[in-house]
């Protein structure tokens, strides 16, 4: 019978070992999110755009990315860009490239289903003001979407959130890095692990209530 022992887990510990690896699972999840809802806002309109040099290789892009396990993509970025550019990459690095370019095929769906669940008498109507289709798209149809779409894509940040504890693979200090560490070195691996799938849940449970309620609230707006 496992004996579980939690008294160690003081402030300090999760000071000393925990700290770190929030801080970098939190700045992963925002730079990726930016960074692929910038990339997934070009590949979007890039596969909306009709012409076929661009709908091409952004659906090429998105398919691909799409069909591809995570934890593979970390691995390819990790091991084979040092070699491809010569210079080495730190893990840290190597993650927010990763998830910033992975989760961009995500977040390219999610806007173009934005996108499109504009009316389309939004954009004649931006064409009748004498608005090019950049135009029209910067200031009438993406602020319409991008509040239409904000619950899934805060969603899809809560996914984002709970992938950075992939980056183990390549040996990044994450979230569950830093509890892993502190297991080993009290020899309480059960107990750490079990703290932080507790801490995995808040985290990610208090998030999906916030959506719930900002997604009330754009409804009521609608």
């Given at each position: 019978?496992?004996?579980?022992?939690?008294?160690?887990?003081?402030?300090?510990?999760?000071?000393?070992?925990?700290?770190?690896?929030?801080?970098?699972?939190?700045?992963?999840?925002?730079?990726?999110?930016?960074?692929?809802?910038?990339?997934?806002?070009?590949?979007?309109?890039?596969?909306?755009?009709?012409?076929?040099?661009?709908?091409?290789?952004?659906?090429?892009?998105?398919?691909?990315?799409?069909?591809?396990?995570?934890?593979?993509?970390?691995?390819?970025?990790f091991l084979l860009l040092p070699l491809l550019t010569g210079e080495p990459m730190g893990a840290e690095l190597s993650a927010v490239i990763t998830f910033t370019v992975f989760e961009a095929a995500y977040y390219?769906?999610?806007?173009?289903?934005?996108?499109?669940?504009?009316?389309?008498?939004?954009?004649?109507?931006?064409?009748?003001?004498?608005?090019?289709?950049?135009?029209?798209?910067?200031?009438?149809?993406?602020?319409?979407?991008?509040?239409?779409?904000?619950?899934?894509?805060?969603?899809?940040?809560?996914?984002?959130?709970?992938?950075?504890?992939?980056?183990?693979?390549?040996?990044?200090?994450?979230?569950?890095?830093?509890?892993?560490?502190?297991?080993?070195?009290?020899?309480?691996?059960?107990?750490?692990?079990?703290?932080?799938?507790?801490v995995y849940f808040v985290i990610c449970f208090s998030l999906s209530m916030l959506v719930r309620q900002l997604q009330k609230k754009i409804a009521?707006?609608?």
């Open positions: 019978m496992i004996n579980l022992d939690f008294s160690f887990l003081s402030w300090q510990v999760l000071s000393d070992f925990v700290a770190k690896g929030f801080i970098f699972s939190i700045e992963l999840t925002l730079v990726a999110m930016l960074g692929g809802i910038a990339l997934g806002t070009v590949l979007a309109l890039m596969r909306l755009s009709g012409k076929p040099w661009l709908v091409g290789p952004a659906s090429f892009y998105v398919n691909t990315l799409r069909s591809i396990p995570l934890v593979m993509v970390i691995l390819w970025v390219s769906e999610i806007m173009r289903a934005g996108i499109q669940s504009v009316a389309k008498g939004q954009t004649y109507a931006g064409y009748a003001m004498g608005m090019t289709y950049r135009q029209t798209m910067q200031l009438v149809v993406l602020p319409q979407a991008f509040r239409n779409m904000l619950p899934v894509l805060l969603t899809q940040t809560i996914v984002l959130f709970q992938d950075t504890s992939l980056v183990y693979a390549i040996g990044a200090y994450d979230l569950l890095k830093g509890f892993e560490v502190a297991g080993k070195n009290f020899n309480r691996p059960v107990e750490t692990y079990l703290v932080a799938a507790v009521i707006v609608r």
